[in-house]
């Protein structure tokens, strides 16, 4: 029958339009359709028929038109139900290609012998040869799933491109697909995440990100299923993972997976590339604070290695960008005394990959990962008129390595076994040449994790997983002090077996998601039994909107605190410890979040309320530096919150909105009867941002807006009693609001053949503005002294990279 009869009939069936010129379709025939098709398989259909193309203005009207010339097309759909697969990728060396939501795809300018590779989440790989294919009309790929990674894309470019949400209720951040963040030249994982409503950094850095209102040992922080002690170099500055070998991050703010434990305000979890690499390809980079260079080495057919590695450049030269960081770290501590000099700093990291796929049943994979942070400088004094000099340093270091053997049964069974060391090491020693006294301090974290895990596919809606999972943690801290000699020296080790169970249930229309699952975990020492529920719920109440559950119960062994405001020079101050079970006890939580998605025509609004409350903080751990500063105690905080996120695409334009309404008080008995504001309480944050990409060249700008954060005042009028700071309610005041703008830009050339350059620019904090991040009094003799933390002024920053 003629085309033009089954359009008007699909018109009045549907409540459609169908634009197209007369031409378009005059004397075209096609089989009749079946007459239960939805619109979206009818346009399938209409397509496959009649070798045009049918692209979707809006819900109501569909735009028809003949394909260029030299243009095929194609659809990516699971083997399992026929179903479009989402947002699939088709690579071609440096070529790129992201098919639809309905799983369309179109290749332009292609060869007839061209190869490329497709990948969707949730799914295996697959090589599509464009010669074993019928060109001249659309073809359909089938993907296999992959019983590995059963969460799918619950909604796309949730921020920007490369950033998803997950019908699990996470977050998957795509380093490979990620666009540019105002002020980023990289895609600086622990940075990017601070885009999320709900997750800041009180102190504007990596080692203190504060998900909805915890503290940053709070977090759980993977690489490559790793537990990590360190977050960054330059004392938190910039992140320590490397973003030319990490390419997915997984972030959880509530409803995490049971196969992880720790992390009672949230989970990060980095992960290199898991697909065996046939080519090779790499990269050198430079920008004013690292040079970095990466390679991917394939090892035959059934292996490939890839290696990572970055290096300070202040060995060679001080840029205005280093000058700014070193001039962040360096405030109100020894580093800032006029006396000292010839300061040195440095810092690298090194991690590789190595994947062995023994065969189609076996793989074999190899991660290794060590950072370190050195800072050096001389202490001078003169003595008895001869000026003496004497070494002080702060060092900040981590080495871990995993191994993990995946074996696949059948196509319904798979089993993972995991097992990682990982060891973290922060040392100083600071001279003091008035005492002739030398104090080292040491604290340190050795871990080592042996986990198993067990996948079972039970039919085409549900999936189950179980496991077991063994931690040994041993924290070491030293204070060493040779005049008057003083040696302490504590070390502590804590074992945990965990075991875990999955449901993973989904409907068949895709249209519901549910996960619920418990993870019960035993510590030998204290004879304690822990269960934990934990659970997600999606479902999509139209095409465009959907509502979602989220809730976990979670503890965590280890917290970091702060034993004094100068330990480790004032450089770094805070030292990981154990729970004893007693005066420092296992933190736990729990936490419930309902929300709702608007996701249409390229606009998104997401809404999100929840509450937490963390059991189990230590006084310590929370950084105070009013008259708690000295106490030890245990107490709890509790959160009620809204997330907020709105985003809409024009064209080569995206912007974004993020909003987070946050009440966190503490409740510490002994110090405090009644609640008051947390550290972490910041009560309204705003982003705004806004990206443009046009052809080889991508700009970014954005504003971050906060209240300031609490703050304990002395008494105005009355602000020294005996010799003693008087203090008014703890956290009754709150510093001036945070305001900082970002620029970014990238450049994208083709040099030749098999190079390609990558150039960059940003700007943090262009309007330079003094922000005051924290605020605290001293008593200098009698007199009250005023001491202001400032956060990072304009920090300009360019990088190139050649890619090969």
């Not at 269960?531 to 970091?560: D, M």
Request: proline share 2%; glycine share 6%.
């Amino acid at each position: 029958m003629l085309l033009h009869d089954v359009l008007e009939a699909a018109e009045k069936k549907y409540g459609v339009q169908f634009n197209y010129a007369e031409d378009v379709i005059a004397g075209i025939h096609i089989s009749p359709p079946a007459d239960d098709l939805s619109i979206e398989d009818l346009i399938i259909f209409l397509e496959t028929q009649s070798k045009l193309i049918f692209s979707r203005l809006n819900d109501s009207i569909i735009l028809i038109k003949h394909h260029p010339k030299n243009l095929l097309c194609g659809y990516i759909k699971s083997s399992i139900d026929n179903l479009p697969i989402p947002l699939a990728t088709l690579q071609k060396g440096t070529k790129g290609i992201v098919a639809d939501n309905n799983g369309y795809f179109e290749i332009s300018d292609y060869k007839p012998d061209d190869s490329y590779e497709i990948r969707a989440l949730g799914h295996k790989s697959m090589i599509l040869n464009l010669q074993d294919y019928d060109l001249n009309s659309c073809f359909t790929l089938l993907l296999e799933p992959d019983i590995q990674a059963l969460s799918e894309i619950f909604i796309s470019n949730y921020i920007t491109k490369g950033i998803s949400k997950l019908n699990n209720g996470s977050f998957n951040i795509n380093i490979e697909e990620f666009e540019i963040l105002p002020g980023l030249i990289d895609a600086d994982v622990l940075n990017s995440v601070q885009a999320f409503p709900g997750i800041l950094s009180v102190s504007e850095t990596v080692s203190n990100i504060n998900i909805r209102g915890g503290s940053h040992d709070q977090n759980l922080i993977l690489w490559d299923n790793i537990k990590m002690y360190q977050s960054g170099h330059f004392f938190g500055l910039i992140s320590m993972y490397n973003p030319q070998i990490t390419q997915n991050v997984s972030l959880f703010k509530n409803g995490t997976d049971v196969a992880f434990s720790d992390g009672v305000s949230g989970t990060i979890a980095m992960y290199t590339e898991k697909k065996l690499n046939k080519t090779f390809n790499g990269s050198i980079g430079i920008n004013l604070i690292d040079a970095n260079g990466f390679a991917d080495l394939p090892l035959g057919k059934k292996s490939s290695l890839q290696i990572a590695a970055r290096k300070s450049i202040s060995d060679f030269t001080k840029t205005p960008a280093y000058d700014q960081f070193f001039k962040r770290i360096s405030q109100n501590n020894e580093l800032q005394n006029d006396i000292n000099s010839d300061q040195e700093f440095d810092f690298y990291d090194a991690s590789l990959r190595w994947i062995y796929k023994i065969n189609d049943k076996n793989e074999l994979r190899l991660n290794f990962i060590n950072v370190s942070n050195n800072l050096v400088f001389n202490e001078n004094e003169i003595v008895n008129t001869v000026e003496t000099s004497r070494e002080s340093s702060v060092s900040q270091s981590s080495i871990a390595g995993g191994l993990q053997y995946l074996r696949k049964w059948n196509s319904k069974f798979n089993t993972t076994l995991e097992v990682y060391e990982t060891d973290y090491k922060l040392e100083s020693i600071n001279a003091n040449i008035t005492e002739s006294q030398r104090f080292l301090q040491k604290n340190q974290v050795s871990e080592t994790s042996v986990k198993l895990i067990a996948e079972q596919k039970l039919n085409e809606k549900s999936h189950a997983t179980f496991g077991y999972h063994f931690t040994e943690t041993e924290v070491t801290n030293l204070d060493d002090v040779d005049v008057p000699r003083y040696k302490l020296l504590v070390s502590e080790v804590l074992r945990e077996h965990s075991a875990f169970a999955k449901l993973n249930w989904k409907t068949l229309n895709k249209k519901t998601h549910v996960d619920l699952g418990f993870r019960y975990a035993y510590l030998d020492e204290f004879q304690k039994h822990i269960l934990e529920p934990r659970l997600s719920v999606t479902h999509k109440l139209s095409n465009s909107l959907s509502i979602e559950a989220l809730g976990e119960f979670k503890h965590q062994n280890t917290s970091q605190i702060i034993n004094f405001q100068n330990d480790f020079l004032g450089v770094e101050k805070r030292r990981w410890q154990l729970t004893d079970n007693d005066s420092i006890p296992i933190i736990k939580s729990k936490q419930l979040s309902l929300g709702i998605n608007f996701d249409n025509n390229d606009f998104l609004l997401s809404v999100e309320g929840y509450y937490k409350k963390v059991n189990g903080i230590t006084s310590q751990s929370q950084g105070f530096q009013n008259d708690f500063e000295f106490a030890k105690t245990s107490g709890n905080y509790e959160v009620y919150g809204i997330d907020f996120l709105t985003r809409k695409r024009f064209d080569a334009f995206n912007l974004w909105l993020s909003y987070s309404y946050m009440d966190n008080k503490y409740h510490f008995k002994e110090l405090y009867e009644d609640g008051f504001p947390s550290n972490f309480d910041i009560t309204h944050a705003i982003t705004f941002g806004s990206s443009y990409t046009i052809n080889k060249f991508k700009l970014a700008a954005g504003l971050n807006w906060r209240t300031g954060k609490p703050l304990t005042e002395p008494i105005d009028g009355n602000d020294v009693v005996n010799n003693t700071i008087n203090y008014a309610a703890p956290n009754s005041s709150s510093l001036e609001s945070y305001f900082r703008v970002d620029l970014s830009a990238l450049y994208y050339l083709d040099i030749g053949k098999k190079l390609k350059g990558q150039f960059g620019a940003s700007v943090w904090n262009v309007f330079g503005k003094d922000n005051v991040i924290n605020r605290y009094y001293r008593l200098s003799n009698v007199n009250l002294v005023e001491i202001n933390e400032l956060s990072l002024g304009f920090v300009p920053n360019v990088s190139a990279r050649i890619l090969f």
